[in-house]
């Protein structure tokens, strides 16, 4: 084709193309033909430079020569691109200023089958390691814990109103109207991370309050009026009643308060329980009562959930665990 080619010797599907790149580019007052002038210059895109092969394989960084911290390095960074694409159904959720049930179940959908792929999964760490090569390689990673995963707190705020995450005595204490910084110091995660002999805060509590607190307190700002809960509030009526919505909401609340936090609770079982004594976690959590759902009784949709489930919340799951262990 020449320089001087003709609208004509384009095929009708190119051309009409075309036009509506010129259309795109002249409402932003920009020049189509330098931009294609660039296209004629650019590369094709290959696969391993699209998803940045060659950087993602290269961020596994042991501590150790034991051959199975890879293993731990490589399960902790999948788990934490699930926890991405969950925030990004959060941020789609949160924007729906009309929101409609069609579109709020896709994407709660999506983040219940993320969860589920995680729940899955988690198998890797349960069964997939040596275990003394386990408890070799931990040594080097004091104080780092998989408590300080800042998308997994994050994805918490996105689900619910911040008091469900409050504890319940402490939050009355402040008064009628608490703000976030007040509510915040009373998030139910700093329990968590306490040395169990004095009650002070172990320093990967520490670390990670001094790392993300400030950004934390923004992103609970940020869903205030935007969390799953909020957004359920703006359907009409008759579609916020949905059975459908109230499974798949209760699905959720189920995968990320109860069946995540027991895999974690199965592993650390697997790994850490000795007689007579317990091996404690790398960070310094109190995990035998840290982890388990009915010692923490987090619940992001309260109002879905009877009295009788309310009451036995994650108690079952806690015995089956334990005696599969």
């Known amino acids: 084709m020449s320089d001087t080619a003709t609208p004509d010797e384009f095929s009708p599907a190119v051309y009409a193309q075309l036009r509506r790149l010129q259309v795109r580019y002249a409402a932003d007052g920009q020049d189509l033909a330098a931009y294609l002038e660039g296209l004629c210059n650019a590369d094709y895109v290959n696969y391993w430079d699209y998803i940045e092969l060659e950087s993602l394989l290269s961020l596994q960084r042991p501590l150790t020569k034991l051959p199975d911290e890879r293993i731990f390095i490589i399960y902790h960074q999948i788990t934490e691109l699930y926890f991405k694409l969950c925030l990004c159904e959060y941020e789609q959720i949160g924007a729906l200023a009309q929101p409609t049930l069609k579109e709020l179940l896709l994407r709660l959908e999506r983040i219940n089958r993320y969860f589920d792929k995680l729940?899955?999964?988690?198998?890797?760490?349960?069964?997939?390691?040596?275990?003394?090569?386990?408890?070799?390689?931990?040594?080097?990673?004091?104080?780092?814990?998989?408590?300080q995963s800042v998308q997994y707190r994050m994805i918490e705020i996105a689900s619910t109103a911040l008091e469900n995450l409050t504890d319940e005595e402490k939050r009355k204490a402040l008064g009628q109207v608490p703000d976030h910084e007040q509510l915040f110091g009373c998030i139910y995660w700093k329990a968590g991370a306490t040395v169990e002999a004095t009650g002070t805060k172990a320093l990967t509590l520490v670390e990670f309050e001094n790392k993300y607190s400030a950004q934390l307190i923004a992103h609970a700002r940020h869903y205030h009026e935007r969390n799953v809960w909020a957004v359920v509030q703006r359907l009409p009526s008759d579609e916020r009643e949905s059975p459908r919505l109230a499974q798949v909401l209760k699905q959720l609340d189920v995968n990320v308060n109860v069946n995540w936090p027991l895999m974690h609770f199965k592993s650390a079982v697997r790994y850490l329980q000795r007689n007579p004594d317990d091996v404690p976690a790398t960070g310094g959590t109190n995990w035998r009562n840290y982890l388990p759902p009915k010692f923490q009784r987090r619940i992001f949709y309260p109002q879905l959930w009877s009295t009788e489930e309310l009451e036995d919340w994650g108690k079952g799951w806690v015995e089956r665990v334990l005696e599969e262990a």
């Open 119 to 147: 729940i899955d999964s988690f198998e890797v760490m349960v069964d997939g390691m040596d275990k003394q090569q386990f408890l070799a390689f931990r040594m080097a990673l004091m104080p780092a814990s998989g408590f």
